[in-house]
């Protein structure tokens, strides 16, 4: 399993614009093959703040969605990005 999370950092006053440009890719992502989450919304305490988070069965559907996108929407400039891969070797329920 494969989990991309991090945060992306814009602008206050362009977070609502950003998160309106990147709407339809949750839906796009969540319909892919392997595709188990995907969010991006905006942090309840920084007002610049963008959450990430995805999880995919495989770096291969991970690939094959990031292939598959079409042109990105004309985005308001990130100020900052930390976001991370990380490979899971087993998981466990709480």
Same mark, same amino acid.
């Given at each position: ?6 945060? $992306? ?6 977070? +609502?614009?950003? $998160? ?7 839906? #796009?992502?969540? @319909?892919?093959?392997?595709? =188990? ?6 942090? *309840? ?16 559907? =991970?690939?094959?969605?990031?292939? @598959?996108?079409?042109?990105? *929407? +004309? #985005?308001?400039? $990130? ?7 990380? @490979?899971?070797?087993?998981?466990? @329920? $709480?």
């Amino acid at each position: 399993m494969i989990i991309i999370a991090g945060r $992306l950092d814009v602008d206050p006053a362009d977070r +609502d614009r950003y $998160l309106a440009a990147v709407a339809d890719v949750a839906g #796009l992502a969540r @319909s892919a093959a392997g595709c =188990l989450d995907f969010v991006q919304a905006a942090d *309840p305490i920084e007002p610049g703040r963008i959450n990430v988070y995805e999880r995919w069965e495989s770096d291969e559907d =991970l690939a094959r969605f990031r292939a @598959s996108g079409g042109p990105m *929407p +004309d #985005l308001p400039p $990130l100020r900052s990005a930390a976001v991370q891969r990380f @490979s899971i070797a087993a998981v466990e @329920s $709480l």
